[in-house]
């Protein structure tokens, strides 16, 4: 999906205290916003070309997940941005988390849609689909793969090297899958969701600086990154707005 409208944009910051946390970590959260006229969600209607696809989706196309739009109070908000902290962690070594993050194929699809990983910990991708699928990517940083899934319930296992944003999956026999996997060097990130609300725990004591990003040029945030100032145990709020 393409659009030739230039959208400019502003963003903004809001810092409020908060609650105490019992166990020392801080707390960062917000809505990501959005302001201006919206792209127009179209529908997938290429998923209905291929009879697989269009029998596991009821004959009915789903909207593209470029654009998840939705309300948070009065506000309109913005699905699938990342949130992260990009300043202040330097010279900080974090474990990955022995659990690994998941990216499933499902009715022709990739869920969820933005993901996010750290270095070093396990990113399964399922096969739920009774169907051949092809995963392959074009890191940057990191090592690329293109590798087949011929039937339900096969997993594979990749892990990141290096980190690095928008890392782009898709599926050379549905030429529409994407997805996006975000590989950070720490643990301190959140992926929006559709009422544009994220939250960020634990984070050690100290001056940060927050960062956003959505995959698509269109829009932007201006300025796109934030500073908050957090105490042992203290809660904050950063919003942001795209347009």
Known sequence: M???ALLLGA???VLTAGAVRADGGATVSGVVKFKGTKPARKPA???LGNPFCKEALGGKAPLEDKFVFGKN???DTLGNVLVYVSKGLEGKKFDPPKEPAVLDQA???YTPHVIGVMVGQKLEVRNSDATLHNVMTRPRE???FNEGMPTKGTKLEKVFTKPELKVDFRCFMHPWMLAYVHVLEHPYYAITREDGSFTIKDLPPGEYELSVIHESSQLSAEPATAKVKVAAGET????FAFK
């Open 107 to 109: 009715a022709c699809a």
């Open 11 to 13: 963003a903004f910051v």
């Open 142 to 144: 990191n090592r690329a």
């Open 45 to 47: 209607d290429a998923m």
């Open 2 to 4: 393409t659009m030739r």
């Open 236 to 239: 904050k709020r950063v919003d």
């Open 73 to 75: 109070g009065k506000s």
